[in-house]
């Protein structure tokens, strides 16, 4: 047979278009990940709520992302670590951190895409307009803010069983959201739920978009510490998950 | 370890909490041999094939590939191609994108249009994995395995599950293979399937080595025949006929297992010259295969 040479970036790109392909092509993922938060935003944001247009597309947009790390990551690591995927691909010379970012960087893609989607219902049918810089602003807030859900989710795809997992992260995700503050505003909550609201990482993600959207003011660097702290527990917990590994059959 | 080695396992042990899944394995794998790898379930293959494979460290011993190299490392896992029992592969990818996305894993991989044609999956390259028969899929990971042109093959019971023409299917590919000169470790559940394809038998039980040589010398070692008979003589007659150790009922008359069929078979028709439907046949793989393990145990 004739060998074919493969350049040496091919396999991260590869993984990425692989994992990418397979998500899109699953309808029980890209439906509910993309419609709901889409949907809500439409009922709430732009129907419901006079003025809501603005601070409900950094609310709905945070929910929308955070879903789709979450179940991209969480229920697609405790899958593919079960059905055996994962062992192939660490058997194969596959670059074993491609494996991971790659399905991260899908993971920020696909929530980009409801980023986008919301961001052109918003400019549409609610008439918002901003800057260009703000609209980069906000892109950037959502991709960073997505790579803390999917560590995350990373961390519970490696302990989770496939079964367990769309359960456990669906109990976790509509809590988190709604104690975030980001489907009624965390300022309207009693005290302590507001002070709750406050060590929840949805909130001080959709605290970061509100302050690029002109909505109000952040602490940014609070927020920005802690998603830091909350991501790099996760990363603790995943990498003691990814190590675990090597002791199952 | 000299050139015709390509992997050397000395003093291996493992252990899974309380349960010892390999103890003192010693094996050494030549160049261009395809060794079969036996043994009843929960004898330890698929650990001893993790462990080649760097999936779970060494505990105890030492594993060395083409070499020096370690299980799992870069170079290491650059020149063994797997297949492995349950590949979990993404169903919603078709053959094509498959073998690009595992051929963009090496330097230097086979043309997917050959490695296609090789698995004898024309046709099928764009059809998603998932839609694929049983006997396709395995094909479509044979090639997986195939396609980083790899200086030794580790297939994990290649033929689990599929009907006797896709067995023989990929056993035909295994064979080109072989004949190509790659090395191969092959698990198999399949006696026939070792019998056919291997150079080697490795017979594993609780975890130790009970025997390793050519097929053939692994019948020798169980020096039993196979005598079936119909005669009118009782079991209780046959079972005291010389050499004989095992006795059973089978449609056609009695199956006897002897270690000496010549003296048995004559004492048998000196004590019923109407015996009929004689055939004396030489101990299988299998049967010497169950032989080893029941002993064993």
């Keep these: ?249 | 370890m000299n050139k015709q080695t390509i992997a050397v396992i000395e003093d291996l042990e493992h252990r899974y909490r309380d349960q010892q899944a390999l103890a003192g394995i010693r094996l050494e794998f030549g160049r261009g041999l395809v060794t079969a790898l036996l043994g009843p379930n929960g004898a330890g293959k698929t650990t001893l094939i993790h462990l080649l494979l760097g999936l779970i460290p060494v505990q105890r011993g030492r594993i060395g590939l083409f070499g020096d190299q370690r299980p799992g490392s870069d170079r290491a896992r650059a020149r063994i191609g797997v297949m492995l029992q349950r590949s979990g592969v993404q169903d919603n990818l078709t053959v094509a994108e498959l073998i690009d996305l595992f051929g963009s894993f090496h330097v230097v991989c086979e043309s997917t249009a050959e490695l296609v044609a090789e698995a004898g999956l024309e046709g099928l390259e764009a059809r998603r994995f998932g839609r694929l028969s049983g006997g396709q899929q395995q094909r479509v990971l044979f090639a997986l395995a195939c396609v980083g042109r790899p200086d030794w093959l580790i297939l994990d019971e290649p033929t689990s599950g599929l009907d006797p023409v896709a067995r023989r299917a990929l056993w035909a590919a295994i064979g080109a293979r072989r004949a190509a000169g790659t090395s191969i470790l092959l698990c198999t559940h399949y006696l026939d399937e070792a019998q056919q394809l291997a150079d080697r038998v490795v017979v594993l039980n609780c975890g130790r080595v009970l025997a390793d040589g050519a097929p053939d010398a692994i019948r020798r070692q169980v020096a039993r025949d196979r005598i079936r008979v119909r005669t009118v003589l009782s079991a209780d007659a046959l079972a005291a006929l010389p050499a004989v150790e095992q006795v059973g009922v089978i449609d056609s008359g009695h199956e006897l297992m002897s270690s000496n069929a010549t003296a048995s078979v004559r004492a048998l028709l000196a004590a019923d010259p109407t015996a009929d439907r004689l055939e004396v046949a030489p101990t299988d793989l299998e049967t010497a295969f169950l032989h080893l393990t029941e002993n064993a145990a």
């Excluded at chain 1, 969480?74 to 399905?103: D, F, H, M, N, Y």
């Excluded at chain 1, 008439?127 to 961390?155: D, H, I, K, N, P």
């Excluded at chain 1, 949805?202 to 510490?225: D, F, K, N, Q, T």
């Design chain 1, 1 to 249: 047979m004739n060998p074919v040479s493969a350049p040496t970036w091919a396999p991260t790109l590869y993984l990425v278009q692989a994992q990418w392909l397979n998500l899109v092509r699953t309808p029980a993922y890209t439906l509910p990940t993309l419609l709901f938060p889409v949907m809500f935003y439409g009922f709430f944001g732009l129907l419901m709520i006079p003025g809501g247009a603005r601070p409900l597309l950094g609310s709905f947009a945070t929910f929308g992302v955070m879903g789709a790390a979450l179940f991209a990551l969480g229920v697609g690591i405790a899958t593919e670590r079960a059905q055996g995927w994962l062992k192939l691909l660490r058997a194969s010379p596959a670059p074993v951190a491609a494996v991971i970012l790659g399905k991260a960087a899908v993971a920020v893609l696909f929530g980009l895409v409801i980023v986008v989607v919301m961001s052109a219902m918003a400019a549409v049918f609610g008439e918002l307009r901003l800057y260009t810089g703000q609209w980069l602003g906000f892109a950037a807030v959502m991709a960073l803010g997505s790579l803390t859900f999917c560590l995350m989710g990373l961390a519970f795809g490696l302990w989770l069983s496939p079964n367990a997992a769309p359960a456990v992260l669906n109990l976790i995700y509509l809590p988190l959201g709604f104690l975030s503050g980001l489907w009624i505003p965390a300022q309207q909550f009693p005290g302590w739920l507001q002070e709750l609201a406050q060590w929840l990482p949805p909130y001080h993600m959709a605290a970061l978009a509100h302050a690029v959207l002109g909505v109000r003011e952040a602490e940014i660097g609070i927020s920005l510490l802690h998603l830091g702290v909350f991501s790099m527990i996760c990363l603790l917990f995943a990498i003691a998950g990814w190590r675990r590994l090597d002791g199952v059959r």
